[in-house]
């Protein structure tokens, strides 16, 4: 049964940064493209980058300049390194893995407050 935990999150002051991790637990992890996607309170879910299995990029471009996804094939994990946060960017943050289906994680809290 394939699993996706993300960890990582927390409260960050403005301008603060965090690094949110996905560890995924199915087979052949490096043919999954992976993403983050988010949640605000009253919000409808939005993407906010992906991974596709060759390494290439793809971001929201509200995201751009701030956040870097990346993949660790070898430790079957995605990254999230979010810098420059801002108020707007509270949400809870989910990381998707997708080959034929997609699974997603259950979310981590991150909260960016002075």
């Known amino acids: 049964q394939v699993q996706l935990m993300e960890s990582g999150g927390g409260t960050v002051q403005p301008g603060g940064s965090l690094r949110l991790s996905c560890a995924a637990s199915m087979n052949m992890f490096n043919r999954y493209v992976m993403g983050w996607y988010r949640q605000a309170p009253g919000k409808q879910r939005e993407w906010v980058a992906h991974?596709?299995?060759?390494?290439?990029?793809t971001y929201a471009d509200s995201m751009k300049g701030r956040f870097t996804i990346s993949r660790d094939n070898a430790r079957n994990t995605a990254y999230l390194q979010m810098n420059n946060l801002k108020p707007e960017d509270t949400a809870v943050y989910y990381c998707s893995g997708r080959w034929f289906q997609e699974y997603w994680g259950q979310g981590t809290q991150v909260t960016v407050s002075s």
């Open positions: 991974i596709n299995t060759d390494g290439s990029t």
